[in-house]
């Protein structure tokens, strides 16, 4: 990868911080030419750092992404694995529910299929960072067979975006996201 000229740098940095901000207020949908004026730069500059929207939305939420996916390779050794992918769960979740842009940005990524050529895609690194908790949840019985971790996370941005509009979203989706592992974890209420 070419290194970038330290104006290029600055701009990128100052795009991300207005990105960041615009999507926090205004949601994933925040105008790109405002960022943009907001920012102190042409759209040409915008686009020439993120190529779409999808690679604007994953720049904000990398460092979260990563984040959640150190959280699974940590949570993967421990004896419950039951509880490993619960905690798990309940982080990503917490981050979908509270985290302005997320679960739509996990949404859309999803929505792209698996053949869309997105190296860093949000969803695709939750997958790979929960594979390894899933099937070790599956090999102990508790989780039910077939489940996949794209089925868990499928869940998880349904359950942010149903209640992203609720008084307290975080409890609201916690409480959801109970019932229903309670639905697909056979006699593990």
């Not at 207020?25 to 925040?30: C, F, K, S, V, Y």
């Not at 971790?149 to 942010?160: E, F, K, N």
């Amino acid at each position: 990868m070419p290194v970038q000229r330290a104006d290029a740098r600055r701009n990128y940095a100052r795009l991300l911080a207005v990105a960041k901000e615009a999507i926090a207020t205004e949601g994933p949908d925040a105008s790109l030419e405002q960022i943009a004026r907001t920012a102190g730069v042409g759209s040409a500059t915008v686009r020439r750092h993120f190529p779409n929207r999808q690679s604007l939305l994953e720049a904000v939420f990398r460092e979260r992404v990563e984040t959640l996916c150190a959280h699974a390779r940590e949570l993967t050794g421990r004896a419950d694995t039951r509880a490993a992918l619960l905690e798990w769960l309940s982080a990503v979740l917490a981050d979908a529910a509270t985290i302005r842009g997320l679960a739509t940005a996990l949404t859309r990524d999803r929505a792209a299929g698996p053949d869309a050529a997105q190296e860093h895609c949000c969803s695709a690194q939750l997958n790979e960072a929960g594979d390894p908790l899933v099937r070790r949840a599956a090999d102990d019985g508790a989780l039910a067979p077939g489940v996949t971790t794209g089925d868990l996370l499928a869940l998880i941005t349904g359950i942010a975006l149903a209640t992203e509009h609720h008084p307290d979203p975080a409890a609201d989706a916690q409480r959801l996201l109970g019932l229903s592992m309670a639905g697909v974890s056979p006699g593990q209420g």
